[in-house]
C-alpha cells in the first residue's frame, strides 16, 4: 500500500471526501486518512441537511452563494448517487417581535452581500408552507436556498472519489504531523504507520485541533454535542428547509417521506458524553415540543430514530479554511460550527483550485486561521 | 473497534447474480444486488450500507434484517460476519409519536 | 426522579428470576416489560419443559411463567407492563413509555432481560402475507386464540420448529413438511419423533425455492440442497399451503446495551451480538447486568438461573448481601446452570457432530435424518427393553439434560443417576404397575407402555395424547409407526385423564402383538 | 375454514373479550374487544394488510409481537398503526395502508 501521495486528506467527513474528489479530478494523488471505521462518520451524517444561504454569516456567505449557483444543481449527476437536493427555499421562522428582529438583521446582512432573501409576514409564510402554526407570526424567505441527503452526498463523494483513484483508509487515526527537514511532510498514525505528502489538509473535525497542535498551530474551537432526530415516512407535505430565529430546531421533509429534524435543549456544550455522541434523555422530548409549536399536524408522526453529533464549533462561528504560511504545506478546513454540510461542495472544489491553482474564485481570506484576536 | 480498513483493497468485480433482485430490507424495500453493489462502490461497514442505501432505517430500525444484511455484505467482503461491526442502536426502541416523545414525566420520589 | 434499587427490563423468565432473587434480600424492585402479559415467551410454550424437578422440569412453560409471577408478587416486586423501555442512557438512566407519557427512572442497578428476536431466512416470496415467524405462529394460536392457518410449511428443525410444529397441530391445523436446509435435524430428537410420528414428513438437506401466491401464501416449493447449500436441480416439490412458519433461529435483542455503550462482541456461539460479561452477568458499565438470552442464546431454564444470578449479583453490587453470601448462591446456581449445560445439545457442542451417547451408543442416523428412530435401530438403547406384562419403554435416545421420568415412577423403577443428562435405564427387578406417571411426566413425549402379552395374539401401547378431540373407549383406528406411517388396526382400550397428568392423556390402544414395537400413534377413522 | 380456535387441548377454552364490530376498507366485522386488532383481521379472513411504497408489494402478519413493523395499517386515520399489538375497540375503522396513505397511488 503506497504511503505517499500529492496531497494527504485528514478526516473522511463530507470536506474530507469533498476535497479528495475535486483533487482527484484534477490529476492529484490523494490520500485520506479517516480515524473512525467509517466514512462520514462525524458532522456529516448527523445534521439536518440544509444547503442554505440565509443566516450565514457574511464571511461564509460567498461559499455558499457560488455552492448552490455552481456545484449543487449538477451534484446528482457528477456522482451518480442521488443527493436529493431540492431548491425549494428556505423559511426561518419566527414566533415573537424578538424574533422578528432577529430575523431582519440577518436578512439585511445578507441582502446586502447581494443574496436574495426578504422577510414575509405569518400569511405569506402559511401560504408557502400550510401546515405551519398561527403560532409564526413571520419569517426570512430565501427561495434559492434548500436541502440534501447528506449521508447520500458524503458517501457519493467518497465512492466517486475512490473510483477516481482517490486512497481512502478507515480506523487510521492521525495522531501528529511531522516535519522533515524542516519542512512538514509527515503523518503519524496511532497505528504507529507513517504517510508523506507535500500538502496536508486537516478536515478532521473536532479532531483538527489536537492534531494542528503537534506542529504548532492552534484553533479556537470547542464540542457542542447536538441532536437530531427522525419520523416514519409521511405522506409529501413540503419541500422547504425549515429554520427558527430561536434556534430551537430545523430540518426538512426528505424524499423518503421521512422528517429530519435537529434542535437543542439549551444545555449543549455542557452535556456529558461517554467518550461517544450518546444522546441526553431529555433533548428529543424538548425538540419534539419545540417542533410541535410551529406543526401541531405533526403530533401523531412517530420518530424512528434520534442521534447526536458533535459539532467544531469556533471561536467566531466559521470555519477555518485556509493555508498555514507559518507552516508551508498546512491547508486547514475545519472548524465549521455546526453548518458546513450545505458549503462542502464549495469548500472541496476551493481547496482543490488554492492547492492546484493557487488561487480561489471565492474570497477565503476573512475565513484565515489568523483570523481570531483578543477583543481589545 | 477502528482496525484499519484500506478501501482501495480489491474485493473483486460486481458479478450480478440470479438473487440480486431478493427484497432484503423489508421496510426500505432493498434488495440484495443493491446491497451488493453497494459493497463495490466502497461501502465497506455497516454503517456506511446503512447510510447510502437506508438498509435498517425504516419503521422497524434493522431488527428484520440486520443479520442478513450482514451475511451478504461479509461475504461480498470475504471476510467472517463477526468482523463487521453492527450499527449503532438509537433510541427510541419502538416509533414513537412525536405528541408522547414531548410528554415527559419524572416522578417524584 | 424516581430511583429505584434495581430496573430490570424485560420480565420474561429471566427478568422475573432476578427480579424475585434481589427483591428477597430487600432491594426495591420494578420490572418493565413492553407486552400486556408477562412471562416473556413463556405464555407461548404449552409444552412441558425438560430440566431437572428442582428447575421446573415437566411443567408447562406458561404455568412457569405464572408461578414465577406469583412468586415475583409474593416477594414484592414492581411489574409495570406494557411499559417499553424506548432508552438507555448514563447514570443509568431509562425511559420508559407508559400509555401516552415518557417515563425516566434511575437504577442505581439496571438488568437487561431483554431475550431474543427471530432470524429470518429469504427466499422469492419471503414478503408474502402468509409467511410468518415461528413466534408470530406461537403467539396468534397461544395468546390470541386464532389458527395461524391451515396448511403450514415449518421451516426450521431446531427446537422452535419442531416445537411449534406440535403446536400447530395442536390447535388444529395440518403441518405438510418439516423442512431444514441443514443434514440433520437441529432440536432434540424427542421433540422430533413426536412431530413425525403424527406423519409429518421431514425434508432435511431441502429448503425453499419459493413462496408462491399473489396477494399471499397459497403454496410453496422445496428443493433438496447440496453440502455447499445450493439446489440440486430436478428435486424440487411442491405443496399447496397457506403459511410458511419460519423458525430459523433467534439473536440476542441487545440494542438497549449497545446504546448505553455497554463493550459489546459478535460471538456466533451466542447467536450474535452481545455484551462483555463477567461470571455474574455484569457488563462493562458496572452496575449493568444481562441475563437470558440477551447475553447468548440458550433454553428458558437456563434463562431462569442466570436471572436468579444476575439478581443476587445487583443485590451484592448494592451492598445488601456480602462477598461470602454471594458466592454461597451463585455457586449452587451455577452448579444447576452447567447441570442444564451438559449433554449433546449443550452450547460447548454446538457445531459438533456427535456420534455416541455418553453411554457409548451410536445415535440414531435415522432420527437425524427423517425425525424418527428406525425400527433396527430403537433396540439398542437402554430404555428399551422387553418383559412379560406392562412396562414402560422409553424412546430416549440423546443425552439431555431431562430427569422428571425418575421420580415420576412412584416404584422407582425408571433410573437416571446422578448425571442428569444420562438415557434412562428400566431397573427390570421392579414391576412396572402401569400407573402412567412416567408416560405423562416425559417432556419429550417418548415414553410408553406396553403389555406384549396383552391377550392372545395382541397387544396394547399406552401412549401420550394432547388432541382434540379426544377419542372414545371401544373405538377403531389405525395405530401408525414412528415415521407417522399407517400400520395396523388399533382399537382404544383405555384413555386416562388425570389432574396428575397436567392435559396429557393417556391412549391405550390395542394392536396386533407383531406391531407393539411399531406402533406409536393413534389416528381416529 | 374455522380459524378461531373453540377449545385447545392444553389451553382449553379460550378467554375472549366482547364481540364488537369494527370496520375493515369501509366493511363491517367482528372481532373481540382488546385482541390485537392483527387476530381479528385474521380470523375474519383478512391477510393483506398493506401494500409497500416501492413495489407495491402485498403485505401482512410477520412477527406479531410488534418488532418487524409488517403489518401496520391505518387505524382510525393514522398510518403506520402496528396491528399485532393494537388492541381492536368498538366501531375502530382499519383500512388498507398504500405506502404511507390510504388511496393507491396512481
Request: glycine residues 12%.
Amino acid at each position: 500500500m503506497a504511503n505517499t501521495a500529492d496531497v494527504i486528506v485528514i478526516g473522511g467527513g463530507v470536506i474530507g471526501c469533498a476535497t479528495a474528489y475535486y483533487l482527484t479530478k484534477k490529476g492529484c494523488s490523494v490520500l485520506v486518512l479517516e480515524g473512525s471505521d467509517h466514512i462520514g462518520n462525524g458532522g456529516s451524517s448527523r445534521n439536518g441537511g440544509g444547503v442554505r444561504q440565509s443566516g450565514r454569516d457574511p464571511r461564509e456567505l460567498p461559499l455558499a452563494m457560488y455552492g448552490i449557483k455552481n456545484l449543487w444543481p449538477t451534484l446528482s449527476e457528477e456522482l451518480e448517487v442521488d443527493c436529493e437536493y431540492h431548491q425549494d427555499g428556505n423559511l426561518r421562522l419566527g414566533k415573537t417581535p424578538k424574533h422578528l428582529e432577529i430575523l431582519q438583521g440577518l436578512t439585511d446582512r445578507a441582502v446586502a452581500c447581494g443574496l436574495d432573501v426578504k422577510m414575509i409576514d405569518g400569511d405569506e409564510v402559511r401560504r408557502i408552507n400550510p401546515y405551519l402554526s398561527n403560532e409564526v407570526i413571520g419569517a426570512s424567505w430565501c427561495p434559492t436556498d434548500g436541502h440534501a441527503n447528506p449521508l447520500t452526498t458524503t458517501l457519493g463523494y467518497y465512492k466517486t472519489a475512490r473510483k477516481l483513484g482517490a486512497h481512502f483508509i478507515t480506523g487510521e487515526k492521525v495522531v501528529e504531523l511531522r516535519k522533515v527537514r524542516g519542512i512538514l511532510k509527515q503523518v503519524v498514525t496511532a497505528n504507529g504507520n507513517i504517510y508523506e505528502a507535500d500538502t496536508i489538509v486537516l478536515a478532521a473535525g473536532l479532531a483538527s485541533r489536537a492534531i494542528a497542535g503537534t506542529i504548532g498551530i492552534d484553533i479556537p474551537m470547542q464540542s457542542a454535542l447536538l441532536e437530531a432526530l427522525v419520523t416514519e415516512a409521511e405522506p409529501k407535505m413540503f419541500d422547504q428547509m425549515l429554520g427558527t430565529a430561536e434556534a430551537d430546531f430545523y430540518g426538512h421533509q426528505t424524499k423518503h417521506g421521512s422528517f429530519v429534524f435537529g434542535g437543542s435543549s439549551g444545555l449543549e456544550g455542557f452535556n456529558k458524553d461517554n467518550g461517544t455522541p450518546i444522546c441526553s434523555s431529555i433533548t428529543a422530548s424538548c425538540i419534539c415540543r419545540g417542533i410541535m409549536k410551529y406543526f401541531p399536524i405533526l403530533e401523531d408522526a412517530k420518530i424512528v430514530r434520534t442521534w447526536a453529533g458533535w459539532m467544531d464549533l469556533c471561536a467566531d462561528k466559521v470555519p477555518v479554511i485556509s493555508k498555514v504560511e507559518e507552516v508551508p504545506g498546512l491547508v486547514l478546513a475545519c472548524g465549521f460550527s455546526g453548518h458546513g454540510f450545505g458549503i462542502a461542495p464549495a469548500v472541496g472544489e476551493q481547496l482543490a483550485r488554492l492547492i492546484v491553482d493557487g488561487t480561489t474564485d471565492v474570497d477565503l481570506t476573512p475565513l484565515r486561521y489568523d483570523r481570531f484576536k483578543a477583543k481589545i | 473497534m477502528n482496525s484499519i480498513n484500506d478501501r482501495s483493497r480489491y474485493i473483486g468485480e460486481f458479478v450480478p447474480a440470479a438473487d440480486d433482485d431478493m427484497l432484503i430490507c423489508r421496510c426500505e424495500e432493498i434488495t440484495k444486488g443493491e446491497i451488493r453493489k453497494a459493497v463495490h462502490d466502497g461501502m465497506f461497514t455497516l454503517t456506511e450500507i446503512r447510510r447510502y442505501l437506508r438498509t435498517g432505517m425504516g419503521l422497524c430500525q434493522g431488527q428484520t434484517c440486520a443479520k442478513l444484511v450482514k451475511g451478504i455484505v461479509a461475504r461480498e467482503l470475504g471476510v467472517s460476519p463477526a468482523e463487521l461491526e453492527p450499527v449503532t442502536s438509537r433510541a427510541p426502541m419502538r416509533p414513537t409519536e412525536m405528541k408522547v416523545l414531548g410528554k415527559e414525566v419524572k416522578e417524584e420520589e | 426522579m424516581k430511583r429505584y434499587d434495581l430496573i430490570i427490563v424485560g420480565a420474561g423468565p429471566s427478568g422475573l428470576s432476578a427480579g424475585i432473587e434481589a427483591a428477597k434480600k430487600g432491594l426495591k424492585v420494578v420490572v418493565f416489560d413492553e407486552n400486556a402479559k408477562p412471562g416473556g415467551q413463556l405464555f407461548k410454550q404449552i409444552h412441558k419443559f425438560f430440566g431437572s424437578k428442582e428447575h421446573k422440569a415437566k411443567i408447562r412453560g406458561f404455568r412457569i411463567g405464572e408461578e414465577l409471577l406469583q412468586e415475583a408478587n409474593d416477594a414484592g416486586v414492581e411489574v409495570v407492563l406494557n411499559a417499553t423501555v424506548t432508552g438507555m442512557y448514563q447514570d443509568k438512566e431509562i425511559i420508559v413509555r407508559i400509555s401516552d407519557e415518557m417515563h425516566h427512572y434511575k437504577g442505581d442497578a439496571i438488568i437487561i432481560a431483554t431475550g431474543a428476536s427471530e432470524n429470518m431466512v429469504t427466499f422469492p416470496g419471503w414478503t408474502l402475507p402468509g409467511v410468518i415467524g415461528a413466534g408470530a405462529a406461537q403467539t396468534m394460536m397461544n395468546l390470541h386464540g386464532v389458527k395461524p392457518g391451515n396448511k403450514i410449511l415449518m421451516l426450521g428443525s431446531g427446537n422452535v420448529g419442531l416445537v411449534v410444529s406440535f403446536q400447530l397441530m395442536q390447535c388444529g391445523c395440518d403441518v405438510v413438511a418439516l423442512v431444514d436446509a441443514a443434514p440433520k435435524v437441529g432440536g432434540y430428537g424427542v421433540h422430533a419423533a413426536k412431530v413425525a410420528r403424527t406423519g409429518v414428513p421431514f425434508y432435511l438437506s431441502h429448503t425453499i425455492v419459493k413462496a408462491e401466491g399473489e396477494d399471499h401464501v397459497t403454496g410453496v416449493t422445496i428443493a433438496e440442497v447440496d453440502e455447499k447449500f445450493q439446489f440440486i436441480p430436478g428435486t424440487e416439490k411442491h405443496f399447496d399451503v397457506d403459511t410458511i412458519c419460519l423458525a430459523v433461529g433467534l439473536s440476542p435483542m441487545s440494542q438497549l446495551l449497545k446504546m448505553a455503550g455497554c463493550v459489546m462482541e459478535d460471538n456466533p456461539k451466542k447467536g450474535g451480538q452481545v455484551p462483555i460479561c463477567d461470571e455474574y452477568g455484569e457488563t462493562s458499565i458496572p452496575g449493568v447486568f444481562v441475563a437470558g438470552d440477551v447475553s447468548g442464546i440458550e433454553e428458558a431454564s437456563s434463562a431462569m438461573i442466570e436471572g436468579r444470578i444476575a439478581g443476587v449479583a445487583a443485590a451484592k453490587y448494592l451492598g445488601y448481601m456480602d462477598e461470602t453470601e454471594l458466592k454461597g448462591k451463585v455457586t449452587e446456581l451455577e452448579h444447576a446452570l452447567e447441570s442444564l449445560r451438559q449433554g449433546m445439545f449443550a452450547p460447548k457442542n454446538r457445531g459438533k457432530a456427535i456420534e455416541e451417547t455418553e453411554e457409548g451408543i451410536a445415535i440414531s442416523k435415522n432420527l437425524l435424518k427423517h425425525g424418527f428412530v428406525a425400527d433396527d435401530e430403537i433396540e439398542r438403547f437402554p430404555g428399551v427393553t422387553h418383559k412379560a406384562g406392562i412396562h414402560p419403554v422409553m424412546e430416549c435416545t440423546q443425552n439431555i439434560p431431562c430427569n422428571p421420568c425418575q421420580d415420576a415412577c412412584p416404584k422407582h423403577c425408571i433410573k437416571i443417576g446422578e448425571k442428569i443428562t444420562s438415557l434412562p435405564a428400566v431397573d427390570e427387578s421392579v414391576d412396572c404397575i402401569g400407573c402412567g406417571m412416567c408416560v405423562a411426566s416425559c417432556s419429550g413425549q417418548a415414553i410408553f407402555l406396553v403389555d406384549e402379552t396383552y391377550e392372545e395374539g395382541y397387544a396394547t401401547v399406552t401412549l401420550p395424547y394432547e388432541f382434540l378431540p379426544l377419542p372414545e373407549k371401544g373405538e377403531k383406528g389405525t395405530a401408525l409407526d414412528r415415521s407417522g406411517k399407517e400400520v395396523c388396526e388399533a382399537e382404544i382400550v383405555d384413555i386416562k385423564t388425570s389432574k396428575a397428568f397436567d392435559k396429557t392423556n393417556l391412549l391405550t390402544m390395542k394392536v396386533p402383538a407383531d406391531m407393539v414395537m411399531k406402533a406409536r400413534f393413534y389416528k381416529r377413522a | 375454514m374455522e380459524t378461531r380456535i373453540e377449545e385447545h387441548p392444553i389451553l382449553g377454552k379460550q378467554e375472549t373479550g366482547r364481540l364488537v364490530t369494527f370496520y375493515h376498507d369501509g366493511k363491517a366485522l367482528q372481532g373481540y374487544e382488546g385482541e390485537p386488532i392483527a387476530a381479528a383481521l385474521k380470523a375474519a379472513g383478512v391477510m393483506v394488510h398493506r401494500y409497500t411504497k416501492k413495489e407495491h408489494k402485498p403485505r401482512g402478519i410477520f412477527c406479531a409481537i410488534g418488532r418487524c413493523t409488517d403489518c401496520v395499517m391505518i387505524v382510525d386515520g393514522k398510518p403506520n398503526v402496528r396491528t399485532c399489538v393494537t388492541p381492536l375497540k368498538e366501531g375502530m375503522k382499519v383500512q388498507t395502508q398504500y405506502g404511507v396513505s390510504a388511496e393507491p397511488e396512481k
